[in-house]
């Protein structure tokens, strides 16, 4: 079986484009409890590995652990999720017209098994006024979302240029979770079928 150890709708509906059976399960770790090191790939991949620490002992053994987190940087900054609506116009205000990367962390586990990796993408973010910004958010709940903002939907108006991978700015980078579930002899590609597309 296969926990997807999230709270994320959009993590959900990512990996439900497949065909493979899961269930969710939601970590109780608390991401503000961990400090910021300075080095954002580390960050995002200890957050990951920590959550699927929190949870890993009410699953069998042979259950395959997928657990993400996922963190937008600008300037050594870490932009995570609002707390307010005004916070939230804020980070978009400062992301607003410049280039900002989208770092996951990915953990899967299983048993004794334990394998990571940190996808990222960069995403360079058109021009934006104010009006613009309370408009998306008005239509967005930001608060639930690094950096304010989906890149699904209506965030399509936000973007200039994206160099790396789509599913990463959403949450899931599926070619690297792929990668790591295919060593614990789960394969994506088996999944997929016309009912999945």
Not at 26 to 39: I, L
Not at 117 to 142: D, W
Not at 162 to 190: A, C, E, F, R
Request: one cysteine or more; a negative charge; glycine letters at 6%.
């Amino acid at each position: 079986m296969l926990i997807l150890g999230s709270s994320s709708p959009r993590r959900r509906e990512i990996l439900s484009h497949y065909n493979i059976p899961f269930s969710v399960a939601t970590p109780p770790y608390d991401e503000k409890s961990f400090v910021f090191d300075g080095e954002p790939k580390n960050y995002v991949q200890k957050l990951a590995r920590e959550k699927s620490l929190s949870i890993a002992g009410e699953f069998e053994s042979e259950d395959a652990l997928l657990t993400a987190d996922t963190v937008v940087v600008k300037d050594g900054q870490i932009f995570s999720k609002p707390e307010t609506l005004e916070e939230a116009f804020e980070m978009l205000l400062d992301l607003a017209g410049k280039t900002h990367v989208v770092h996951s962390g990915v953990c899967i586990r299983c048993g004794v098994q334990e394998f990571c990796a940190v996808e990222s993408t960069e995403v360079t973010f058109c021009p934006l006024t104010e009006h613009q910004i309370r408009k998306f958010h008005s239509a967005v709940n930001p608060l639930d979302k690094a950096g304010a903002y989906a890149i699904q939907g209506s965030g399509g108006l936000l973007i200039e240029k994206i160099v790396g991978n789509y599913d990463n700015v959403m949450g899931l980078p599926m070619q690297t979770v792929s990668k790591l579930l295919s060593k614990v002899d789960i394969h994506l590609w088996d999944y997929v079928s016309p009912s999945s597309l």
